[in-house]
């Protein structure tokens, strides 16, 4: 998507949830590199299938419905609402090339396909403050004469409710189905009634108007009769709970006000979405600045990152960690998961949104066993140790935190008899613990890092240079606090082990190297590493190697629209097609960071465009938890696709770090400087962007500014 010079029109600061919709997708169901959109509301999440109707995947912790099956020989999620049309599967009767095509919105996901004349449109939406799914089926007659058939839909539910403390394992990896529901049908009213048999979960289903039969206790069977151009609608409605007869009256109410509910979730969800951009609204515990350009790549980054944190957002009324998380991925794994290695790359953005819900998050991680950063919202519970990058990424969010809110006081809160500070300065040394070689660096060969990247482990630049990092944001915070003497120890200490990175792992190429728990030393040229270096390391760069770096990215990283995480020249990428980490694709943040870095060392024509083609990347909805080179597999819309959730590729539909693009937009293209004392600076990149593009309504440390091309200005009034 290439700026049009002749576009002046300035797009929308707040949008409308229609604004913010993907480009149209087609697929064929068939075809399975595709990862289909996902559905949520402030409770739960769901995702669509690859079908025109089918729904996977439904958690509302402690419901779920349409998991994984616990026959091990099951190969894929249940799904539930699937089509037959004239008795045949919808997805059977479409002939090669023809295709489904999918849009998602905030507030729901479109799928739109034409079988032998007939064309059907479905709305699928989790409304907000329910339990529930629900879709609008609509078939129109295209042809020329009268059409008259039946219309299947196939309900299944596999509801389960795993408990917080004895199955509470089971929420860290993929939610279960249960093979043994009991069934009930109410074959007068159309609707179907699943029971647990291990706990009070209940699924209520159905189609309206009522059908006509129902098959084999799991098919509602509806007749129509369409005369050319004529329209009929059936609305499909499930809901989750545990009680028969409460669940069974919601399900009722939604079926009678169906119309009236599409419309409320669709305003409630653009209220919503105008809050995150209003000073003292009532949803967020803080805001985001408003973006004015003419640009759409750029307003395409930019609001796409939020679209990321929008789904997100949860408030579910089981969480233990407070009343507001961020959920980590989704929609099928890891479904009440909140982890801080995913929250670094987006800490300015949550400071600036919902700094609450931030400093909430962070004193739950504080309080707990420093080797387990990753919370489980439904439980309470810590994990861990996951990524070593877990503890320099928690000094990191909450410096962003402070810089950005002011809360200096929060540094000297007691948590479990410690000072905020004295435990993120345990966080941030908590890397000499490690060093197993005498090399003054961090080993973690006990630790997964990149998980896909055998070779990336022990001895890694990017875990060290993070930890370089923590020390020296420790020491700006043991400042802020009036303590010079850990500050000048903490900041002796970063320097040393700069030095110690560059000799012991700096490869000249422009890559780094690992050494391993027997001493071995691998060159490994990954993104990570690199991105960590031009971000963090910079200072202690010598002009030649950060030169090698950049010609390193552009020679084996780069491709039009995305990035390989792993360079293809390199041995271990032959290990594994999980796109996250390896040559085959990304995890959404490293575009972003790449970005900035090129942005500050590399600004030019060449870089732009390469921008540009992670905007047309941004064009289907949010980001995934990876994306897939744009050298090698076919784009979507123009843009680097999705990685798939199924095997061998497993990433899921969203990953909250692509709101990285986001925070691109506000600290390195408008340049905003969050990380300085004292008065709010900015260095804005708008040369080739768009030079007259603005963010107003820019809350840190108290005051509301806007950021242009001519630097910062304080907002009195603080609403411009």
């Avoid at 002749?6 to 707040?14: D, E, R, Y």
């Avoid at 260095?683 to 809350?699: C, F, M, Q, Y």
Wanted: net charge neutral.
């Amino acid at each position: 998507m290439m700026i049009n010079p002749s576009n002046t029109q300035c797009l929308p600061p707040i949008p409308e949830p229609e604004d913010l919709a993907s480009a149209p997708m087609e697929n064929n169901p068939v075809d399975l590199l595709f990862n289909p959109p996902g559905l949520g509301n402030e409770w739960g999440q769901a995702q669509t299938t690859r079908s025109i109707a089918g729904i996977t995947a439904i958690t509302f912790p402690p419901l779920l419905a349409c998991g994984q099956p616990v026959d091990p020989d099951a190969k894929d999620y249940l799904s539930t609402c699937d089509l037959i049309l004239d008795d045949r599967l919808v997805s059977a009767s479409l002939k090669p090339g023809e295709r489904i095509t999918f849009q998602w919105f905030p507030h729901m996901v479109r799928r739109s396909v034409s079988v032998q004349g007939l064309e059907i449109v479905t709305e699928c939406f989790m409304p907000c403050g329910y339990r529930s799914v629900l879709q609008r089926i609509q078939i129109t007659n295209r042809g020329g004469g009268v059409r008259k058939g039946t219309v299947g839909v196939v309900i299944r539910a596999g509801v389960a409710a795993p408990g917080r403390e004895k199955n509470a394992n089971l929420w860290h990896w993929r939610p279960p189905s249960e093979d043994d529901n009991a069934s009930d049908v109410l074959a007068a009213q159309g609707v179907f009634v699943f029971s647990s048999r291990h706990s009070q979960a209940v699924s209520v289903q159905g189609v309206r108007p009522a059908p006509v039969a129902v098959r084999d206790q799991c098919e509602s069977v509806h007749r129509y009769r369409l005369a050319p151009g004529e329209s009929t609608v059936f609305s499909y409605a499930h809901t989750l709970g545990d009680e028969r007869g409460a669940s069974l009256a919601e399900y009722e109410k939604l079926q009678a006000s169906f119309d009236a509910v599409l419309t409320a979730h669709r305003n409630e969800v653009a209220r919503r979405i105008r809050d995150a951009f209003t000073p003292g609204n009532s949803t967020y515990s803080g805001h985001l600045p408003q973006l004015h350009t003419t640009d759409p790549d750029l307003w395409r980054l930019y609001y796409t990152g939020f679209c990321t944190l929008f789904v997100a957002r949860a408030t579910p009324p089981t969480s233990r960690i407070g009343r507001v998380v961020y959920r980590a991925i989704g929609c099928r794994i890891l479904p009440t998961r909140s982890c801080v290695w995913d929250l670094w790359p987006v800490r300015h953005t949550m400071a600036l949104l919902d700094p609450v819900a931030m400093r909430e998050t962070l004193e739950h991680l504080l309080r707990g066993d420093p080797g387990r950063c990753v919370i489980d919202y439904f439980t309470g519970a810590t994990d861990g140790p996951f990524y070593p990058a877990n503890h320099h990424s928690l000094v990191r969010c909450a410096h962003a935190y402070v810089t950005t809110s002011g809360d200096r006081a929060w540094l000297e809160t007691t948590l479990d008899g410690r000072s905020v500070l004295d435990l993120l300065i345990a966080q941030a040394t908590l890397w000499k613990s490690r060093d197993r070689h005498g090399l003054g660096l961090a080993d973690y060969s006990d630790s997964p890092l990149l998980e896909v990247v055998p070779s990336y482990r022990g001895t890694v630049a990017g875990m060290n240079i993070g930890n370089l990092q923590a020390m020296l944001d420790a020491a700006q915070l043991a400042e802020l606090c009036e303590r010079p003497e850990p500050a000048a120890t903490l900041r002796a200490e970063a320097k040393a082990l700069a030095e110690r990175i560059l000799t012991e792992l700096f490869v000249p190429g422009g890559w780094f190297r690992t050494i391993h728990a027997d001493g071995s030393r691998i060159e490994v040229r990954h993104v990570y590493d690199l991105l960590m270096a031009l971000e963090y390391l910079d200072p202690f760069l010598q002009p030649q190697q950060r030169r090698a770096m950049l010609d390193f990215f552009w020679r084996e990283l780069a491709t039009p629209c995305w990035l390989h995480a792993l360079s293809p020249a390199d041995p271990a990428s032959t290990a594994n097609v999980r796109a996250d980490h390896q040559w085959c694709g990304s995890f959404p943040a490293w575009p972003a960071f790449m970005a900035k870095a090129l942005l500050r060392h590399d600004p030019g024509e060449r870089t732009n465009a390469w921008i540009r083609g992670l905007a047309a990347t941004a064009r289907q909805g949010v980001f995934g938890q990876a994306h897939l080179v744009d050298t090698v597999f076919p784009t979507i819309a123009g843009g680097a696709r999705k990685c798939p959730p199924d095997n061998p590729y497993c990433n899921e539909w969203y990953n909250i770090t692509g709101g990285a693009f986001t925070e691109t937009v506000i600290d390195s293209i408008l340049g905003v400087e969050f990380d300085r004392s004292g008065e709010l600076a900015a260095r804005p990149r708008l040369h080739g962007i768009d030079s007259e593009a603005r963010l107003t309504n820019v809350r840190v440390r108290g005051g509301e500014h806007t950021v242009s091309g001519q630097g910062v200005t304080r907002d009195e009034n603080g609403t411009k």
